[in-house]
Structures are given as structure tokens and as C-alpha cells.
């Protein structure tokens, strides 16, 4: 491909509103064009690692024993009532009727889709195990689409769903796809970890992430480098708390403190001069319809995940400031736990350790002092609700656990029978009695690992491509276009690097050096071939993208050393 006919327009600057190093690049660099919020084009470049992406994912699915097949974009609603998920799965679905008034809406995942498929197509045990997967769009009509292809409101996704007959068998088919997701997301250069995670609102009982770590990353997981342990912040579990936690002024009785706009736990610390976690933090949720208060040290955060699985609740939101008025009759930031009568009370495992604690009064510009978890005030349940922190136990080693921030790039679920059951996915054993299809859901994002690759790899000039992610391997570039043996010379090396395989840009555009190298370091080609001046000495230099000098070769030779160097590049990416 010559750069004079490729559509690559790079951009010297972009808007503010470009938020993050990926999205920054793939628009100077002429990857993808914003459409509206949440909403991209792929342009020629950006398309062509997005191909290479989904080769990857559709050789290890395959390796794996998956079938490709492709679900309809358009799903009617009757078989997400079915499933009892069209009421509840939220303003993220983008709903519409036909010209018949049916309800209809744009997939934002296919577990009803598929299911509806195997209940219609399997029947008997000798068809299990199945795996079924798709490279698809996807439509979330998200409230804050950011981060370029983060997260988007229409993005690409491989989403793949395994039906077998138990979940022993299930356990082999989610082990088979953890396996899978290790080796594409090696395959891409990425570095990653695989986290224990929320189901959320795909459902199941066992859920895990691919995270791969950036700073820009919207997850945030939990790990020990002791041991294997990794999760996901919200999931994430500490080792054991201690039974006792010396407070100050113990001893004393509750007493009533004057504390005029003193709101948050710090306000509150600095006020009263203790220790934020000598506080007692209490929260107001609503918990399918009830009121719950959950309990925390204040130096604490509660983690909604665990709060509602601790309640079993299908739903769990925050109480707004004009619930919190009507059920406890005080303002946000002076709620506490003692006299809340009437109201569900969930306190954390580290709570009961604590002595003359400070809490909201239920009052408004009023705290407690001196008061005793236990003795002034009770619970109905002690749970682990807190989110925790670097530097708490690990809960499988002791060592101290350590956070780090990522964007997932894949999701895996053991869904069991959540939508068989629903569905009447049913297969007749060998006895001949009808069993519920057991079922898993397994997802990976194209766009987001593309953009996770950008994150991780590159540096102030530009994208520094893997060879087997890059749109093109090499580019050679002619400081003069208007030189006959920089032309010929050009153009023999495209030849023969051509025909080994490699794909190749030679940027014959009739612009200064400057520039051709500025585009080439920022697109990020694995190997630059310059032709310039040493041609008249049969000399060219090659430079990789990923070093800060280039060496100079004979013509001739330079392109066996490149051949050599994409080969074992590659070799690197699949061992």
C-alpha cells in the first residue's frame, strides 16, 4: 500500500474533551473518527487491528471448540419478559417499536437470544457439550459514554455461551474459556490479570474478570503478589479482622456533641480531633423496595456488591437525601446507627471490634461521642460490606494486598440454569427424563482490548504496535520522493518484503522527512526502513519503533534482518 493513496489522516492535536492516552492517538493517528458521544468510526487503519484482534479471538474459540454462529442485532421483548429482564434491565437499553407497535430493542447481550435458540434446537444429551459464539455490535445506551472505546454505546464484542449437561461440565467449559481468554490476551501484548468479579447484570454465581492494567482504567482489583490471589475491588475479600480495636475516652457514657455543618467523616475527624477510624460511618440504601442501613469503620467504603448479596436483594440503591429525611427525619451526614428503629441494620465484620466510636446522632448538626458498638447500639447481621484497601491481609495468605487500577477487557460467567430455567431450556437425558440446560456467558471487548493495547504500549511520540496488532508491519519511508534510486531502491524493498508476507506502507507521499517519520512513530509501525541519502553507498537505516536509534544496512541484507525480526517477534506474542 502506498501512503499516497492510504486514507490515514493523522491530526497534530485533538479535543480536550479526548480524555485518555488511547483515545488521544487513535484519532491523531487516524484509527477512528468520533460520530457523536459514545459513537465511533473505524477508518481504514483502526479497522485493519480490529480484523486482526477478532483473528485472534476466533483462532483460540475455535482452538477451544466453540462454533461460530450470528444472532440477529434486532430482539424482540417477549423473550426478555420471559426472563423478567425487559422491566428490570435498566435505561441502557435502547428500545423501540415497529411499524406494527411491537416491542423490539437493539442487543445489549444475547442470553435470551441464544437460549431461546437452544431450547428450540437441542434435545438430547448427545448434543451437549456445546460452545456458540459471535463477533457482533453491541448497543448500551450508556449515561456517561468516555474514554473513546472504553466505553461506548455501540461497540464491537465477542460474546460466547456455553450449554452442558451438569455443572461439573460447566466447570470444564468455564476453565476451557479461562484458558482461551489467557492466550489471546497474551497473544495481544497486553499485560493482565484475571480478577474474581460481580456477575452484575448478566446474573449467575460466579463471575471473573481479564483486567488488563492501566492508570486510566475505570476497574480497580485487589491483588497479593504473595500468592494468586487477585479480585475485583468490589468483590474483594480482606484476612481475618480483630476481635478487639482500642478506642479513645473508653469508658465513658454516649454523649451528645454540637457539630454545626460537620458532615463528612472528615469534617467530623478534624472537628472532634479522632481518628477517622474511631468513627462509625452509617449509609441508607433502598434494598428491593426496604430500607437497609449498612455499617462501616469510617475510614471504610461500602461495597454495594457485597451489601447485596449479603440481602439477597435484586435491587439496591442509595437512599436519596428526601428518603433519608422521610425514614430517619434527619439530613445526610448526621445519621447514625443508635434508635434506628424499624430500619434492617447491616453491620460490617470490623464494626463489633470497635469501642467509644463516633456517629451521627439522627439529628441534624449533632454527632455522639464515646459510644460502644453492641451495647448502644445493635444490628440485625455481621457481614463483610466493606471495599477493601492496599495494605489489608490477604485472605488466602496474609500478605498485604496491593490495588491497582485496569479497564476490563473480559468477562467470563457461570450462569447455571438463571435463564434455561426461565426459558424451559430443557435436554432428555439418558434416562429420558427432561434436565435444565446448564450455561455459561463469556464475553470479550474488541475495541476496549484495542484500546488497552494503546495504553500499555506507547510512548510521547505515539502507538507502539505488536507486529502481529500493527495495521501494517512495516512502512519505508523516502526522505526525497524526487530521487530515481531512492524510488527504485523503495521499490524493490517493497517487493520482496511484500512477497515474504509482511505487509508493508511505503510512504511516497511528496512531503518532508519530518513529517513522514512524525506520522510513522505516531501511527506506530513495528519497523521503519528510511531511503534516503545512503542509497548512493547501497545503505539504508532501519529503525524499530520500540528503540531510539536506528542502524544502517546494506539494501540488500536489510531484508532478511527484518524478515528476522518480525519472525521472532511473533514467536514472542504465542509462546
Not at 95 to 113: V, W
Not at 155 to 178: H, P, Q
Not at 179 to 207: K, M, N, W
Not at 262 to 285: A, H, M, N, Y
Request: hydrophobic share 40%.
Amino acid at each position: 500500500m502506498k501512503a499516497s493513496e492510504l486514507m490515514a489522516p493523522t491530526l497534530r492535536e485533538v479535543s480536550a474533551d479526548a480524555e485518555t492516552i488511547s483515545q488521544q492517538l487513535l484519532l491523531r493517528g487516524g484509527f477512528v473518527r468520533r460520530v457523536m458521544s459514545g459513537v465511533y468510526t473505524y477508518l481504514p487503519l483502526g479497522w485493519r487491528v480490529v480484523r486482526k484482534i477478532e483473528a485472534i479471538v476466533r483462532r483460540e474459540m475455535d482452538r477451544a471448540g466453540a462454533q461460530e454462529i450470528m444472532l440477529p442485532i434486532l430482539q424482540p421483548a417477549e423473550v426478555w419478559r420471559e426472563t423478567g429482564r425487559w422491566d428490570v434491565y435498566g435505561e441502557e437499553m435502547f428500545r423501540l417499536k415497529d411499524r406494527r407497535n411491537r416491542d423490539l430493542c437493539l442487543g445489549p447481550t444475547h442470553e435470551e437470544l441464544i437460549t431461546d435458540l437452544a431450547r428450540r434446537e437441542i434435545k438430547s444429551y448427545r448434543q451437549l457439550p456445546v460452545m456458540l459464539y459471535q463477533v457482533q455490535n453491541k448497543y448500551r445506551d450508556e449515561l456517561r459514554p468516555r474514554a473513546g472505546l472504553i466505553r461506548g454505546r455501540e461497540f464491537i464484542m465477542k460474546d460466547l455461551y456455553s450449554f452442558d449437561r451438569d455443572t461439573a461440565g460447566l466447570e470444564v467449559s468455564y476453565r476451557k474459556m479461562l484458558e482461551a481468554y489467557q492466550r489471546v490476551f497474551t497473544s495481544c501484548g497486553l499485560t493482565f490479570r484475571v480478577v474474581e468479579a460481580d456477575p452484575g447484570a448478566i446474573g449467575g454465581h460466579r463471575s471473573h474478570e481479564v483486567v488488563a492494567l492501566v492508570d486510566s482504567g475505570e476497574a480497580e482489583v485487589a491483588y497479593c503478589d504473595r500468592c494468586s490471589y487477585a479480585a475485583n475491588l468490589e468483590t474483594a475479600t480482606s484476612g481475618s479482622t480483630p476481635k478487639s480495636w482500642p478506642g479513645v475516652n473508653q469508658g465513658g457514657k454516649p454523649k451528645l456533641v454540637s457539630t454545626p455543618g460537620v458532615k463528612s467523616i472528615e469534617e467530623v475527624s478534624d472537628f472532634l480531633g479522632v481518628p477517622s477510624w474511631q468513627t462509625v460511618k452509617t449509609l441508607l440504601f433502598i434494598a428491593d423496595g426496604e430500607p437497609v442501613a449498612a455499617l462501616v469503620r469510617g475510614d471504610r467504603h461500602v461495597s454495594e456488591f457485597k451489601l447485596r448479596r449479603v440481602l439477597g436483594a435484586a435491587t439496591l440503591a442509595m437512599a436519596s437525601d428526601q428518603e433519608t429525611e422521610r425514614l430517619v427525619r434527619t439530613k445526610p451526614g448526621y445519621l447514625g446507627p443508635v434508635g434506628l428503629n424499624g430500619i434492617k441494620v447491616i453491620a460490617d465484620a470490623e464494626v463489633p471490634a470497635l469501642r467509644s466510636v463516633v456517629v451521627g446522632a439522627n439529628q441534624e448538626g449533632f454527632h455522639l461521642v464515646n459510644v460502644d458498638p453492641g451495647e448502644d447500639f445493635i444490628w440485625d447481621e455481621v457481614a463483610d460490606i466493606r471495599i477493601v484497601q492496599a495494605g489489608d491481609p490477604c485472605p488466602q495468605c496474609g500478605g498485604p494486598l496491593a490495588t491497582v487500577r485496569g479497564i476490563e477487557v473480559g468477562h467470563l460467567f457461570q450462569l447455571g440454569t438463571k435463564y434455561t430455567s426461565a426459558l424451559g431450556a430443557v435436554y432428555t437425558d439418558e434416562a429420558g427424563r427432561e434436565q435444565l440446560l446448564v450455561m455459561g456467558s463469556y464475553g470479550i471487548g474488541i475495541g476496549r482490548t484495542m484500546a488497552a493495547v494503546v495504553e500499555q504500549h506507547h510512548d510521547a511520540n505515539g502507538i507502539i504496535w505488536p507486529v502481529n496488532l500493527a495495521p501494517f508491519q512495516v512502512v519505508i519511508v523516502t526522505t526525497n520522493q524526487r530521487a530515481q534510486a531512492q524510488v527504485e531502491i523503495a521499490k524493490e524493498l517493497y517487493f520482496r518484503l511484500s512477497k515474504l508476507g509482511w505487509e508493508v506502507v511505503w510512504d511516497d507521499r511528496d512531503e518532508r522527512a519530518g513529517i513522514k517519520f512524525a506520522d510513522a512513530d505516531l501511527i506506530g509501525y513495528p519497523i521503519r526502513v528510511t531511503v534516503g541519502k545512503k542509497v548512493e553507498q547501497g545503505q539504508v537505516d532501519i529503525k524499530l519503533r520500540s528503540e531510539k536509534s536506528d542502524t544502517s544496512w546494506s539494501w540488500e541484507s536489510a531484508v532478511g534482518y527484518i524478515d528476522g525480526l518480525l519472525q521472532d517477534s511473533l514467536k514472542a506474542l504465542s509462546s
